[in-house]
């Protein structure tokens, strides 16, 4: 068994641990809060949502192009706060599909996001700012390919394979200061390091790593603001930036804004629109931009 795969299994086992560890962490901590203080107890959260999109045309004069997508996701939080210590974890997997016209189906959404972080919360800390660690994780499930260009210096023939499970996958470790004044709204500062791994050999140039760098390793600074608002009832606003300015690059931090604007339908119908901007210099020197739109039920485990 070669030196790569065995990186990848470990990987992968690693991967799917910390989320089974996340998921039993919560039943724990359910199921310990029916007896607990309440102000000690586990807040919880696990959503399950199915959401898609068909397009059809028969005999439009205008033209069109027929599609079908579809898109799983998998969302959940769980935070408890303790006289001395608060910990707060987080769980986000998506996987969509699309199927346009004559082409083969097409990957339209992947993602993997692990978090936890912990915070002291005894008598030394300043008010609303406390000493904060924290640890996340971010990858994909399957290949990905560019059907439209090959972003490579290299000649290879379209559709070009991208991406997969562990390329890239992305450690970001942190310590700092975190300052909470209320529900809605976080900030994160410390220092931190972030480790790029690209473990298919072919794909590392594309992200930054050398071509024998399987673990590229960056040390630098990094800030994370978050805020959610109630914009009326039934409609959820949900922001996170964030920024790692490594300290050889610090002129050109990476940078990821994520939102999510969510209005309920009812209680199991949903509409969801998010957008992602991320900048990387490693990668390329423009920003990159996605966004995705949809229709759906969900399911609310916990």
């Known amino acids: 068994m070669s030196y790569s795969l065995r990186i990848y299994n470990v990987m992968r086992r690693k991967v799917f641990a910390g989320i089974a560890i996340i998921a039993f962490s919560a039943t724990i901590g359910t199921a310990a809060a029916q007896d607990a203080d309440s102000s000690h107890a586990w807040v919880s959260s696990l959503v399950f949502d199915l959401s898609g999109a068909q397009v059809g045309f028969d005999n439009w004069v205008e033209g069109g192009t027929n599609s079908l997508a579809g898109n799983v996701g998998l969302t959940g939080v769980w935070d408890q706060t303790t006289s ?5 974890y987080e769980v986000n997997l998506s996987y969509g599909l699309i199927k346009q016209d004559t082409l083969e ?13 912990w915070s002291r919360e005894n008598d030394t800390s300043t008010g609303v700012i406390h000493p904060t660690a924290g640890v996340s994780f971010r990858s994909q499930f399957a290949r990905g390919y560019n059907y439209d260009k090959n972003p490579f210096e290299e000649s290879r023939d379209l559709p070009v394979l991208v991406s997969q499970f562990m390329s890239p996958g992305i450690f970001l470790e942190s310590i ?8 809605w709204f976080s900030q994160h500062l410390g220092l931190a390091s972030k480790q790029t791994i690209i473990l298919e050999e072919d794909l590392r140039t594309l992200y930054g790593n050398e071509l024998d760098e399987e673990v590229r390793v960056e040390v630098g600074l990094d800030a994370i603001t978050r805020m959610k608002i109630d914009v009326a009832e039934n409609i959820k606003y949900e922001t996170s930036l964030g920024l790692f300015a490594a300290f050889d690059q610090l002129e050109k931090p990476d940078t990821r804004w994520d939102n999510t604007i969510t209005m309920r339908v009812n209680g199991w119908m949903r509409m969801t629109f998010d957008w992602t901007i991320l900048f990387d210099a490693d990668v390329s020197d423009k920003a990159q931009f996605r966004e995705t739109f949809g229709v759906g039920i969900t399911y609310t485990i916990l």
């Open 84 to 88: 001395s210590w608060s910990q707060h």
């Open 176 to 183: 700092g200061m975190s300052w909470t004044p209320n529900d």
């Open 105 to 117: 189906i097409r990957k339209a959404k992947d993602e993997i996001y692990l978090l936890a972080a």
